[in-house]
């Protein structure tokens, strides 16, 4: 697992009731994405979930008391000790205290004097959860600058279905990366990426396409919202889903939808980065029926798409960067300063298909960054996240030249 809040400090308050038993699992993957925990329960919580287990995964005591063998536990202290603190799950009763000021228990006097930000993950049944002094209280907490995680639809511990589960801790996390820890070496950068496959139809039940994952792709666009960019991301046919739902998304199916889309969205980005598998070429017609195999043989007629990297290459203005990718089998190097120059891009990412276990649908890539200056810079075969960053590093790098 990415290790995307290294060096943080995340506070985990639970309160009582059943989803505290999802906090356990919430703790390992903070911890697992290099953050620090320190777990909080309110007394009632203890009859949910096992101190002891939470200690032994964060590696600290948990601290439920306000006093404990006359010892003062200092609430003050870890209220400013933390980068966020999470509350999950939020019970009906302690969102109520929390909107009213009632201080009675650990929990409630380290949230009245944090000066972290704090995010909260409510949990309620279904009826519980649509009282109108639920909604009072959550509009109060949001308005004293409290996150809320949305609730989740399903089924709830009292058998009921509808709207009230604790979001999943995979969600929790998500949405903490999200909200609280993105970087801001590309905020105010609008940056448009293209990634997947392409589908050219021949007939109803017939296409034309390829390998491609999209997964580089999805690396890139995470990867520059990661680091603050506004990142919209236009996919042919993938079976992947892009996490964060900051990133703006939209799906296309052939060559020619990727053109219309690209080039309209096109002039709003300061950056392109088009790792997209279009179809080089599309089939003259779409048969209106399905074709049958009466004749022997069968040709079929293609037409050349339209280059979607080159448009945008050639009409760039000054302040807009396009990088390109190259997928190339001979002459890989000279290929790729090829295409770069015809297509007129600030630098182009080349890979090659004979490189092992990288390219299509492999979770790992080999890549050369080639810039406008011919400059090479090879790296090793590493997962298409890390290869990500390398690319956004390099992006960043340009800006600071
Ligand atoms: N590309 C594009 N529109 C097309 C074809 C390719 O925008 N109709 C883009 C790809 O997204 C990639 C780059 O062009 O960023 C290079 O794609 P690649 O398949 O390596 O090369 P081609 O330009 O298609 O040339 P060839 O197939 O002859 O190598």
């Excluded at 704090?118 to 949990?123: F, G, K, N, R, S």
Aim: neutral net charge; hydrophobic residues 45%; charged residues 25%.
């Amino acid at each position: 697992m990415e290790k995307l809040l290294k060096g943080k400090k995340i506070l985990l308050g639970i309160t009582g009731g059943i989803a505290a038993y999802k906090a356990i699992l919430l703790t390992r993957l903070f911890i697992k994405s290099g953050a620090e925990v320190r777990v909080l329960l309110t007394p009632s919580a203890t009859n949910f979930v096992s101190p002891l287990v939470l200690a032994t995964l964060s590696k600290h005591k948990v601290l439920s008391a306000l006093a404990d063998n006359d010892e003062w536990s200092n609430h003050v202290e870890l209220g400013r000790w933390a980068d966020l603190f999470i509350i999950a799950p939020l019970t009906c009763n302690s969102l109520a205290k929390l909107a009213t000021g009632i201080c009675d228990n650990l929990l409630m006097a380290t949230y009245f004097s944090a000066t972290c930000k704090v995010l909260v993950a409510p949990a309620m049944d279904a009826d519980m959860w649509k009282h109108p002094s639920v909604k009072r209280n959550l509009d109060i907490i949001k308005q004293d600058g409290v996150g809320i995680i949305p609730v989740e639809d399903g089924e709830l511990a009292s058998g009921l279905v509808g709207e009230g589960r604790m979001a999943e801790p995979a969600s929790i996390l998500v949405h903490a990366i999200e909200e609280y820890f993105r970087s801001n070496e590309l905020t105010g950068k609008s940056i448009l990426i293209n990634a997947g496959p392409t589908i050219e139809h021949i007939d109803p039940v017939r296409f034309i396409s390829n390998h491609s994952s999209g997964k580089m792709g999805i690396a890139i666009a995470e990867e520059c919202y990661l680091r603050g960019a506004s990142v919209t991301f236009v996919s042919g046919p993938i079976e992947q889903t892009i996490e964060y739902k900051g990133i703006r998304c939209l799906k296309v199916t052939s060559a020619s939808e990727m053109y219309e889309q690209v080039i309209s969205l096109f002039p709003m980005a300061d950056v392109a980065i088009l790792s997209a598998a279009v179809a080089d070429y599309s089939p003259a017609r779409i048969e209106p029926e399905k074709i049958k195999k009466h004749q022997s043989e069968w040709i079929l007629e293609l037409v050349k798409t339209k280059d979607i990297l080159a448009q945008i290459g050639h009409t760039k203005t000054s302040n807009q960067k396009v990088i390109g990718f190259a997928l190339e089998t001979e002459n890989e190097l000279s290929n790729a300063v090829k295409k770069m120059k015809a297509k007129c891009l600030d630098a182009i990412v080349l890979n090659t298909t004979k490189d092992r276990d990288a390219t299509f649908g492999y979770d790992t890539n080999k890549i050369t960054i080639i810039d406008s200056a011919e400059n090479i810079h090879a790296y090793d075969l590493k997962s298409k996240k890390a290869v990500a960053k390398d690319i956004v590093d390099f992006l960043i790098s340009t800006y600071n030249d």
